[in-house]
């Protein structure tokens, strides 16, 4: 196997977490909704996932947990959010602490255990083509699945009815509320799409990427994945590209090493986050007038009657 | 028939009182039904947790120097929050004044420097958290870009930055090349107030940070101006008030505030300068800000409850051998019930009936 | 009214602290601060395996308290009174980063005893206590020597203090003695703890021509690569066979057991004294796990090194040390290098084609 190819399936696996997670956040905040507690809820999609795993023997059980587990902490966050009016950022942050003490509590039981991790895929004649093959048709069914899930993603939100009103949720929840739409309904929706997307993000780790739980292993990802989603500009295309840029920066830097280029390893690592304040300032200097962010993002929603 | 939420007129006084009663009732009902389940003795666990650190003096200063850093920043995210300027960078802003007061403690070290150090060392640090909190001020009011985020960017970089520096340039030449400045000078270092004890001068500034945001509130215009930006952006407006100055002007002195948390946290309890200086204070002073209601006195004796907690957690591990995870779930039950009770100060919930079919029928 | 509030607190907590002494008197208190969660393996697993060997020696005459997850900011100062307060008369900090903390709280209490694990500052009432770890590298070292097809080595490193620089040099010097090209690829992943990470790292290294992976860090997700992509490797703190049943070559287990009864018992004997504990393979403070998947000539090679750095007759840093400059290093310690030259260690040796970060 060529080292770039090997680098590129490297990158394919660090970033599909980030994706995936991003992707949730994404949906979450174009309804106009900022969930800080990405990294509760993912680390409680790891604990539960890799229990439903070792329970079952199944990698689709245990995704399913964590994406269940994902959702059910994200039901708190809307019941209060959207429920009751509480303020959302104390929200998200609160969460992530619950999130890390419940997987600590859930996980215990399992830290030692170990499963067979998520099979790469094999598909004859696919996968052997040269070059791509492995990359296209090689990985496990996540990485694949992660983009499949963006790509609808993008779809929903640009070219179906129902994007167009989560849309609309997000950039004015007044307007959209005069005009029928039943602005917390939707919200609801979009908040639990993100949690059972951070909840299967963090199901990734301990599923495909290292088959056993320990705590506190998704070790701030859940942070890159909401700086993703800035760094995208909260559109669904960039958001790959940044997520597999964020990847490659992390494994290349780790290949620079190995291969005896020495850069301080902390000027890599702040790297993606110095892009992604520039990338926002440029972009809502691109367009005059004010931010690219949904308008209503963060701010409480209660209907007026 | 549907239960929705209906604003109130006004501040509901009397739920304004009675809320954190109710939420700590019901936290206690949830958490003695989890110990319970742990097996443990519901009320002993409780005892530990809330009373037994509130009996010892020494616990009681472990909380009042636990709190500091936390009352410290969330009264600077407070002005803020009022501002509607949302600045949830205080990490970062926290770290930075930590590293510039550092600077002129390391620089300083071994020399015939004076009683200036201290002082030099808290202004550095107020300064640099202050100007570090303006990156995303600026961003937002000269190009709009969401000052949430680019204040939650810039926590990474000062994080990494302390990290270079400690394991690089500032590293204690003596000290086997482990990440940490050597200890700093006693002229570098912020005394404390009682012989043997860890409470500390940071204590009492922080108090005084407190009553100062009181009266600028209560009592000056530009409390006001605050107020009203924040809550009637468009009368603000017209009243001739300049939100983007507002903006600014919170946002450093909440980056003020923190970095001065900072810096007191590294010259005071910690005494050098190290990676991992803050178990997320910055973080946890948003809910600080929270729980005391934006409100000086209440953000104090948030901050003084929160730190109970720590210590009560920390108690519970020794004496019952609860896990600190239980600690943490607490803590987060806990805040959810205080935030959702105190939702009922600003609405009510109502009862009604035909609401969505004369919404369907306006579409 | 508030002061006499104040006088039936202060009697409460006489009454409680009168209570705890009479208390105290039974048994003795010993408490244990760790760093991380105590989970399965890796750093703090082994010294609560130390602790539960404690309690199993000398259970009756003692009461073992641990607070877990303590990190290594200002918190620690507090949690380390935390146990002195509640009536723990010989205390065990086990993580760097505890040190000064620890000194401070020694110097409040001098009556009681305290013991942190990986630092250098000591008081009368403090010693310190640690692993000459850089042994069992050597004996890796010389393993993946003869183990490596392609002689070359992926080495995964946490931060570079001098621990984990000796380490690597001492690798490089087993290693060179059986194979003087021998070449080390190495990669700092700057966390102690991050699977992912780890995983990585291990990933690059082995994509990048290394055919054998040795760590510095605290989780099997490194051994856990190795094995699925068919190589071999070492594990770290703690036995990770369980990850890698066909790649683990060996690993080096810290054994804190008889070093914490060794130190209770002279507590309880009335001769505890301040100590610089610095444990070898001799004295037990870590064991080598099971030498497998291996040829037995180099199993038997293996053995034989262990037993002669076990007995003294081997040095890893016998003098001469070439550092990378290709100058050697004063010789401070008669014919091998002197311990503080090994605990403050800031250079690669010779054959080390790297730069050491911060220098």
Redesign the interface.
């Known amino acids: 196997?060529l080292?770039v190819e090997?680098?590129i399936l490297?990158v394919l696996a660090?970033s599909t977490?980030l994706l995936l997670a991003a992707t949730g956040e994404l949906v979450t905040e174009r309804a106009g909704v900022l969930n800080l507690g990405v990294e509760g809820m993912m680390i409680v999609g790891a604990a539960c996932g890799f229990a439903g795993a070792w329970m079952s023997g199944s990698i689709i059980i245990g995704a399913l947990c964590g994406i269940v587990a994902g959702m059910l902490m994200s039901v708190i966050f809307a019941f209060m959010t959207l429920g009751l009016a509480v303020n959302q950022v104390a929200t998200g942050l609160a969460l992530t602490i619950l999130g890390i003490g419940l997987s600590?509590l859930i996980g215990a039981r399992f830290?030692?255990e170990?499963i067979t991790?998520a099979p790469k895929l094999a598909i004859r004649g696919l996968t052997d083509i040269p070059l791509v093959g492995r990359i296209l048709f090689g990985e496990d069914a996540f990485v694949y699945l992660s983009l499949a899930l963006i790509v609808a993603v993008w779809w929903f939100l640009y070219r179906t009815r129902a994007g167009l009103v989560l849309r609309a949720c997000g950039d004015n929840h007044v307007s959209a509320h005069a005009l029928g739409y039943p602005v917390l309904r939707i919200r609801l929706l979009a908040v639990l799409f993100g949690g059972g997307c951070a909840g299967l993000a963090g199901a990734y780790?301990p599923l495909a990427?290292?088959?056993?739980f320990?705590?506190?292993?998704t070790?701030g990802?859940g942070w890159i994945a909401l700086a993703l989603v800035v760094f995208a500009s909260w559109r669904p295309g960039r958001l790959v590209i940044g997520a597999y840029l964020f990847g490659a920066v992390?494994?290349l830097q780790?290949?620079a090493?190995?291969?005896?280029v020495?850069i301080?390893?902390?000027f890599m690592?702040a790297l993606p986050y110095l892009a992604t304040v520039i990338v926002l300032v440029l972009l809502s200097r691109a367009r005059t007038g004010g931010s690219t962010a949904p308008a209503a993002l963060g701010t409480v929603f209660v209907p007026d009657r | 028939m549907q239960l929705v939420l209906e604003k109130r007129a006004e501040r509901s006084r009397t739920i304004a009182l009675v809320s954190p009663l109710i939420a700590i009732g019901l936290t206690l009902v949830t958490m003695s039904v989890l110990f319970a389940v742990l097996g443990k003795n519901p009320i002993t666990a409780l005892g530990v947790y809330f009373i037994a650190p509130l009996?010892?003096?020494?616990s009681l200063q472990?909380i009042a120097?636990?709190a500091t850093p936390l009352v410290m920043i969330a009264i600077g995210l407070s002005l803020c929050y009022l501002a509607n300027a949302w600045n949830i960078g205080a990490e970062g802003q926290f770290l930075i004044g930590a590293v510039a007061g550092s600077w002129i403690a390391v620089k300083t070290q071994g020399t015939e420097a004076g009683h200036w150090v201290l002082p030099a060392m808290l202004v550095a640090g107020a300064a640099a958290g202050a100007l570090y909190a303006l990156i995303p001020a600026l961003c937002r009011v000269k190009f709009g870009a969401s000052e949430i985020l680019t204040s939650l960017m810039l926590v990474y970089v000062a994080d990494l930055l302390l990290?270079y520096l400690v394991?690089?340039p500032w590293?204690d030449p003596a000290g086997?090349?482990?990440?940490t400045t050597a200890?700093f000078d006693p002229v570098a270092t912020v005394p404390v107030l009682i012989e043997?004890g860890?409470l500390h001068l940071g204590s009492i500034i922080a108090l005084v940070v407190v009553a100062a945001a009181f009266v600028l509130l209560d009592r000056t215009i530009k409390g006001f101006e605050i107020r009203v930006v924040g809550v009637a952006p468009r009368a603000a407006r017209f009243g001739g008030f300049n939100a983007n100055q507002l903006i600014l002007l919170t946002f450093a002195v909440s980056g003020a505030l923190a970095g001065l948390a900072g810096i007191i946290?590294v010259a005071g309890?910690?005494?050098?300068l190290?990676p991992?200086?803050?178990?997320g204070y910055g973080f946890t002073a948003i809910i600080v800000a929270f729980l005391g209601r934006l409100n000086p006195v209440g953000i104090l004796i948030a901050g003084l409850f929160l730190a109970l907690t720590?210590?009560g957690g920390?108690?519970a591990?020794?004496?019952m051998?609860i896990?600190?995870?239980v600690t943490k779930v607490f803590q987060g039950i806990l805040l959810f019930y205080v935030l959702a009770c105190d939702s009922l100060i600003l609405y009510r919930f109502k009862l009604v009936s035909a609401a969505p079919q004369v919404q369907r029928a306006a579409r | 009214m508030m002061k006499r509030l104040l006088g039936a607190?202060a009697a409460?907590?006489l009454a409680?602290s009168v209570a705890g002494v009479a208390h105290a008197a039974d048994k003795l208190k010993v408490?244990f601060i760790y760093l991380g969660?105590i989970?399965?393996?890796g750093w703090t697993y082994q010294h609560e395996l130390g602790r539960q060997a404690l309690v199993k020696e000398l259970g009756d005459k003692i009461e073992t308290?641990y607070?877990?997850?303590v990190?290594?900011?200002?918190?620690s100062?507090?949690?380390i009174?935390?146990?002195v307060?509640?009536g723990n008369k010989l205390i065990f900090t086990t993580s760097?980063?505890y040190m000064?903390p620890t000194l401070?709280v020694a110097k409040?209490y001098p009556n009681v005893h305290f013991e942190h694990s990986t630092g250098?500052k000591r008081d009368k009432n403090m010693s310190t206590y640690s692993g000459r770890w850089y042994q069992g590298r050597y004996i890796q070292g010389q393993i993946a020597a003869k183990m490596s097809k392609v002689g070359v080595l992926?080495y995964i490193g946490s931060?570079?203090?001098?621990e984990v620089?000796s380490g690597i040099n001492a690798t490089m010097l087993g290693a060179q003695s059986v194979n003087p090209n021998i070449k080390v690829?190495?990669?700092?992943?700057?966390?102690w703890?991050?699977?992912?990470?780890e995983?990585?790292?291990a990933?690059?290294?082995l994509?990048?021509g290394?055919d054998i992976i040795m760590q510095h860090t605290d989780?099997?997700?490194a051994m856990?690569v190795a094995a699925?992509r068919g190589k071999l490797a070492f594990g770290q703190d703690s036995e990770m066979i369980?990850?890698g049943p066909k790649a683990q070559l060996t690993s080096i287990l810290d054994t804190w057991g008889p070093y914490y009864i060794a130190r209770v018992k002279a507590e309880l004997d009335g001769t505890w004294k301040s100590e610089d504990t610095w444990g070898g393979l001799d004295s037990k403070m870590f064991e080598m796990a099971p030498y497998t998947n291996m040829p037995d000539d180099v199993k038997k090679m293996a053995e034989e090194t262990q037993a002669a750095i076990t007995s003294g007759k081997l040095h890893p840093f016998k003098c001469p040390v070439i550092g990378q400059d290709g100058k050697e290093v004063e010789c401070k310690g008669g014919d091998h290098l002197a311990d503080g030259q090994i605990?403050?260690?800031?250079f690669y040796v010779k054959g080390v084609?790297?730069?050491l970060?911060?220098k």
């Open positions: 196997m080292l090997a680098i490297s660090a977490p600590g830290v030692g170990r991790t780790l990427y290292t088959p056993f320990i705590p506190g292993m070790a990802r992390t494994i780790l290949h090493q190995g291969a005896g020495g301080p390893s902390q690592s | 009996t010892d003096g020494y472990e120097v636990k990290d394991r690089g590293r086997f090349n482990f990440p200890e043997g860890r946290e309890p910690i005494g050098h190290q991992g200086i803050s178990p720590f210590i920390e108690q591990q020794i004496t051998k896990p600190l995870d | 607190a409460l907590v409680g408490g969660p989970g399965d393996l308290t607070l877990e997850n990190p290594e900011g200002p918190d100062e507090r949690a009174e935390q146990l307060r509640a760097f980063g000064d401070k409040k250098y992926g931060f570079p203090i001098p620089v690829k190495i990669i700092w992943v700057n966390t703890f991050d699977p992912g990470k995983a990585d790292a990933k690059a290294l994509d990048q290394a989780s099997p997700a856990q699925e369980k990850f605990l403050g260690m800031n084609d790297d730069k970060p911060g």
